[in-house]
């Protein structure tokens, strides 16, 4: 079975004026799908992967030091999971998740600066991420198509600032591109369903 794109959980046109249709076009369907087109070519030819679940070929990648498998394999997952992150609909965290966003930041708006300073301050290419780590939350940012389904860490958030995801609609501003998103898109409820895992699976595969 081979991997396939994940239709966008929304319209193309429900994140604007926020994120545009033709950003949504150019990097669900050009980026992500060239992605899962590489994967699959690359997968097609490993016979030992035959019906495995794409994090499990993301593993497998790293473990035999397949860079091309690596990079194609986590940037599927990390787009997939990425779209999930997005809500058109204006949300807050509630909950168990923000008792732990004020136990482990001090406040929502203070998640929101060291998640926008870390996305923004990170260098070239990668995510801005929110995992899970021991209990606690914790801010980090990944390199390239890396991805914390390989560091072991949960992953609940995610913000793309690779170059693709911001230059249409904001050129060159990815401090614009961040602020805003974390302001207005981000699907919190889908945030909290990650503390036990039960969102994450929805960007897995196979
Ligand atoms: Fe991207």
């Known amino acids: 079975m081979a991997f396939e794109l994940p239709a966008l959980p929304y319209d193309k046109e429900a994140l604007a004026p926020h994120m545009s249709a033709e950003t949504l076009?150019?990097?669900?369907?050009k980026h992500h799908k060239a992605y899962v087109d590489n994967c699959n070519k690359l997968v097609a030819d490993i016979p030992e992967l035959a019906g495995a679940k794409l994090t499990d070929v993301i593993k497998y990648a790293k473990e035999k030091g397949n860079k091309g498998l690596f990079n194609n394999s986590s940037q599927i997952w990390n787009h997939s999971f990425f779209w999930q992150c997005l809500s058109p609909e204006k949300q807050a965290p509630t909950g168990k998740l923000a008792e732990?966003?004020?136990?482990?930041?001090?406040?929502?708006?203070?998640?929101?600066?060291?998640?926008?300073?870390?996305?923004?301050?990170?260098?070239?290419?990668g995510w801005g991420w929110l995992v899970l780590e021991d209990g606690k939350l914790k801010v980090t940012s990944f390199h390239d198509g890396d991805s914390p389904v390989a560091h072991g860490v949960t992953p609940l958030l995610t913000i793309d600032v690779w170059e693709h995801a911001y230059y249409i609609d904001y050129r060159n501003a990815?401090?614009?591109?961040?602020?805003t998103v974390l302001q207005n898109l981000v699907n919190w409820e889908f945030v909290a369903q990650n503390l036990d895992g039960q969102g994450a699976s929805r960007a897995d595969q196979g």
């Not at 076009?25 to 369907?29: I, R, S, T």
């Open 25 to 29: 076009e150019f990097h669900h369907g």
């Open 100 to 125: 732990m966003i004020a136990n482990d930041f001090g406040s929502h708006e203070a998640l929101l600066e060291k998640l926008k300073a870390e996305s923004v301050g990170h260098f070239a290419s």
């Open 174 to 179: 990815r401090p614009t591109f961040v602020d």
